[in-house]
């Protein structure tokens, strides 16, 4: 269920819709209203949908009297002004939008984005009181390297830097490593683990009280059948989905392969 009712971080595991450009205002109804069926028997995860700029007002429509939360997949680090194209963080307050995603890989490949413009994204986000989902990641020949850890720390460490450990608090960090995203060819639920002990032990050596209420999600070709091995881990707290959220029966099953009683 939702936290919205609540400053208090939910204790259940938490899956997220990462649309990325899908959807139009017809198919989004089609979707969300298969979500809404299939969830209401399912009370062990938190469900999230992060949907393109145009459909927040759409989805806040679909979802306000729900227990679904919805959020945006990108926002500006400028409070206001002249940056055309650019949506803020009050403006998806303004439809009540709880979740950002920061960072994803589709976009700081594609448009260039540093850690530090990345950085000061989760810090827009957090001063308006949304909570970022923070994506970071290796790719294939970083992998290979073997200097996965080092890339992802250097993503965490930007924003330790420039802002504190104490900035993660409740909020989330998604591992997606690069090469798992849209491929079909998932981590495994023991190389997940091994990052998200590192992802977590970087946040604790910081801020240890911060690391306590931070989430971390595994995103990267998700689907019903991997989802069971990865939200039965319990260092994993959660899914981000994209392909298979586009499909309300898969990510259903996805939800309900979060665990009966699982406690984050
Ligand atoms: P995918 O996308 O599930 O299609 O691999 C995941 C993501 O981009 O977070």
Redesign the pocket.
């Given at each position: 269920m939702s936290r919205s009712d609540t400053t208090l971080p939910s204790p259940h595991k938490i899956v997220?819709a990462?649309w990325?450009m899908h959807g139009n205002l017809a198919r989004n109804h089609t979707l969300v209203d298969g979500y809404l069926q299939g969830l209401k028997s399912l009370s062990q995860a938190d469900v999230v949908i992060c949907v393109p700029y145009p459909y927040l007002a759409q989805i806040q429509s679909l979802l306000s009297e729900t227990h679904v939360a919805w959020g945006a997949q990108n926002l500006a680090k400028y409070e206001e002004g002249a940056y055309t194209g650019e949506v803020s963080a009050g403006m998806l307050c303004d439809f009540g939008a709880q979740y950002v995603?920061i960072g994803?890989?589709?976009r700081s490949t594609a448009y260039c984005e540093s850690d530090e413009n990345i950085a000061e994204k989760f810090m827009m986000a957090k001063r308006h009181g949304l909570t970022p989902i923070l994506?970071v990641g290796e790719t294939l020949l970083e992998r290979e390297a073997g200097v996965m850890e080092r890339v992802v720390g250097k993503q965490l460490e930007t924003i330790i830097r420039l802002f504190g450990g104490e900035a993660f608090a409740n909020s989330i960090v998604?591992y997606?490593p690069i090469w798992?995203?849209?491929?079909?060819l998932?981590a495994s639920a023991e190389q997940a683990v091994a990052m998200h002990q590192f992802i977590r032990d970087t946040v604790s050596a910081a801020d240890k009280s911060a690391a306590d209420t931070l989430k971390i999600l595994y995103?990267?070709?998700?689907?019903p059948q991997n989802a069971v091995q990865l939200l039965n881990q319990q260092e994993i707290d959660g899914a981000?989905?994209?392909?298979?959220?586009l499909n309300a029966e898969q990510f259903i099953k996805i939800c309900q392969a979060v665990p009966e009683n699982s406690v984050v």
């Open positions: 997220v990462n990325k995603i994803h890989s589709e994506c998604s997606e798992a995203i849209g491929t079909g998932a995103g990267g070709s998700v689907n981000l989905v994209g392909r298979c959220s």
